[in-house]
């Protein structure tokens, strides 16, 4: 089975619902919207706690959703997907521990998976 990791989603707007429920779908757990407030305002966060297939899952369903491209970051102690409107939409930008970054545009569900497992080798297990 895999090994859980704690993922943090950022981003404006975009249906916050329909967010969360895809997250959900893919099979995230322990899904959660917070509301903070931040530098500009107050700011939407959702985290989840998500097996790596589900990761998977949920950019995939992300970069179908969201108008702009994604940035999945893997360098700290949980991954952080944030909304990125440099990125042009479906394209997905991995961030590793070992500073590789990965762009993919239009990735398929298999192409996220190896891009990811190699980000978040270093994550796992905290």
């Known amino acids: 089975m895999d090994q859980e990791l704690k993922v943090e989603l950022s981003f404006s707007n975009e249906d916050v619902k329909e967010t969360i429920d895809g997250l959900i779908v893919a099979g995230g757990k322990n899904v959660k919207e917070v509301r903070e407030?931040?530098?500009?305002?107050?700011?939407?966060?959702?985290?989840?706690?998500?097996?790596?297939?589900?990761?998977?899952?949920?950019?995939?369903?992300?970069?179908?959703?969201?108008?702009?491209?994604?940035?999945?970051d893997a360098r700290?102690?949980?991954?952080?997907?944030?909304?990125?409107?440099?990125?042009?939409p479906s394209a997905v930008l991995i961030l590793s521990k070992d500073g590789t970054q990965v762009k993919l545009d239009r990735p398929t569900g298999f192409d996220l998976d190896a891009a990811i497992q190699r980000a978040t080798a270093a994550v796992k297990g905290r």
């Open 37 to 72: 407030l931040g530098m500009t305002g107050i700011e939407l966060t959702v985290v989840a706690v998500m097996a790596m297939q589900a990761l998977v899952s949920a950019v995939v369903k992300l970069t179908q959703l969201w108008k702009c491209g994604l940035v999945v």
């Open 76 to 88: 700290g102690s949980k991954v952080i997907v944030t909304k990125n409107c440099d990125l042009q």
